[in-house]
Structure formats: structure tokens, C-alpha cells
């Protein structure tokens, strides 16, 4: 069974910076990885991925501001977020792909981890 762990959230003010990590326990290099989030009464979003080549692809909302990137050393996503926003705010979530190239598509991801609480205040 494949376990994910995301680290790294918490409170920062707009405009500030926080970088999240996505521990997995087993090896993620033949694997595409994102992250996606899910503010309160809305429904889960993509963020960005990342495929087994290391090719990127961000949501539009987050661009130029974040950057995902991984260790297949480490068995380990992160996501660098930069001049964080209001509407950041919400569970982060990292997931597995099925596949070895990115999506956007939540159900082409089969492992999610728990999440993480970003909070960004105004």
C-alpha cells in the first residue's frame, strides 16, 4: 500500500512564502505527482504536477507563483509557494498518478495523502 505525507503548512501573510513537502513510501520515479487543493464549499482543484521526466504544469491561478518539483532520491514532491495570496487558502493535497506523465484530472491519481492546512491572512 502506498502512503503520502504532506508537510509544511501553516499560517503566513500575503505575500509570503511556504514550501510544502509530499513524503511517499515507495519509490515514485516511474510516476507522475501533483498537488491539488480544496478551499471550505468548494470543490477539490488542481494545482500543479510534475511527470517522471520532470516536465511541470501549473494551474493558471498559480502561475509564476509556484513551483513544483520532486526527489526521486527521496521519494519526495515539493511545492514551492511564492508571494502567497488570500485565495490561497486551503488543504493541500499530494497525490500519485497512474500514469507516468502529468494531469490535471483528479481521478488520474490513485494515492492521496491526508493534507495539509495553508492559511494565508490578508
Known amino acids: 500500500q502506498v502512503h503520502l505525507v504532506e508537510s509544511g503548512g501553516g499560517l503566513v501573510q500575503a505575500g509570503g512564502s511556504l514550501r510544502l513537502a509530499c513524503a511517499v513510501s515507495?519509490?515514485?520515479?516511474?510516476?507522475?505527482m501533483g498537488w491539488f487543493r480544496q478551499a471550505p464549499g468548494k470543490e477539490r482543484e488542481f494545482v500543479a504536477a510534475i511527470s517522471w521526466d520532470y516536465s511541470t504544469n501549473d494551474a493558471d491561478s498559480v502561475k509564476g507563483r509556484f513551483a513544483v518539483s520532486r526527489d526521486n532520491a527521496k521519494n519526495t514532491m515539493y511545492l514551492q509557494m511564492n508571494n502567497l495570496k488570500p485565495e490561497d487558502t486551503a488543504v493541500y493535497y499530494c497525490?500519485?498518478?497512474?500514469?507516468?506523465?502529468?494531469?490535471?484530472?483528479?481521478?488520474?491519481?490513485?494515492?492521496w495523502g491526508q493534507g495539509t492546512q495553508v492559511t494565508v491572512s490578508s
Open positions: 515507495t519509490a515514485i520515479r516511474a510516476y507522475a
Open positions: 497525490a500519485r498518478g497512474q500514469y507516468s506523465t502529468f494531469s490535471s484530472e483528479p481521478l488520474l491519481y490513485d494515492n
